[in-house]
């Protein structure tokens, strides 16, 4: 969905959404009883694919969303029943848009303590299902997708070095969904007063965004004996160009060392870290130290600091090649 095609059902226009926000296009989901999970099933079928892994070689899968198929089951039982999954540990995660890096600090453990070996980590919303598309402060922003990441054991050192997590509930009242939840179950007064659809105070959570991410960025590099000069990709949650250039300038990351896809995708909440990195594969190389730092609603923000640790420009040629999963032969 372009600016153009939103500027015929909001009052707005491309140059003020490019401006403002640095968006000019977002895919959306269409289709009947489509759902999160259906995008994501499409993103761990290409990553099993695409790393000749098996669905029974995975032990673990963890779904950060904040716009689930429904309430019971949860999205990631529905993801593993999608893509042959059977009797896995699977759940969601809810942290808005740091979802992803909630998600990584839980599952990274299951690989750190031995309780797996293989691993799915899925961000994935679709947003357009709790937006108002009457509403030109936040339908302009975000976009739906999915995108997923395999962990595995290294013995190379490598991989997620650190992760800081963080939260201020008293954020509550610039971005919500009033209505839904047990505080307030959907009713027909409910559905006719348009309660649950997203709201977000914009200056407000700016303000709130760039602070902390600064600070979290900051953090995690200077606890881990790096200056900001050895940060080859910083990976900002994608919400606006404004607050991911605010935040690089004020910590002193050069633009060239900062990932951005919002420009063709939106603010996908929880998967906008991993689209980044499925974006950017190929030119990451091993040993290159990525910074992830994201803010969502509640408020809750975090950073991770991650080593890569393969040759991502053979590994993303690679997966332009992988085999369909049904000709990939079984252990």
Known sequence: MTNAELSTMVDTSDEWIVERTGIRER?????????????????????LEKTGTHPHEIDVLVCATITPDMIIPSTANLICDAVGMRHIGSFDVQAACSGFVYGLDIISQYIETGRAKKAILVGGDKMSSILDFKDRTTCILFGD???AVLLEPSNTGRGVRDIELHSDGAGMQHIHQKAGGSRMPASAASVEQRLHYLYLNGPAVFRAATEHMSASVREIVSRNDLTLGEIDWFVPHQANKRIIEAIADRVGIPHD????????FGNTTAATIPLCLWDYESRLKEG??????AFGGGYTW???LVEWAYDGAAAAKKGMQARPLSQIPAE
């Open 27 to 47: 895919r959306i989901l269409k289709g009947e009883g489509l759902g999160t999970s259906h995008m994501a099933a499409e993103a761990v079928k290409g990553l």
């Open 145 to 147: 997708a999915a995108a």
């Open 257 to 264: 060392k900062v990932m951005l896809t919002l420009e063709k």
């Open 288 to 293: 290159d130290k990525l910074v992830f730092a």
């Open 302 to 304: 975090g950073s991770a």
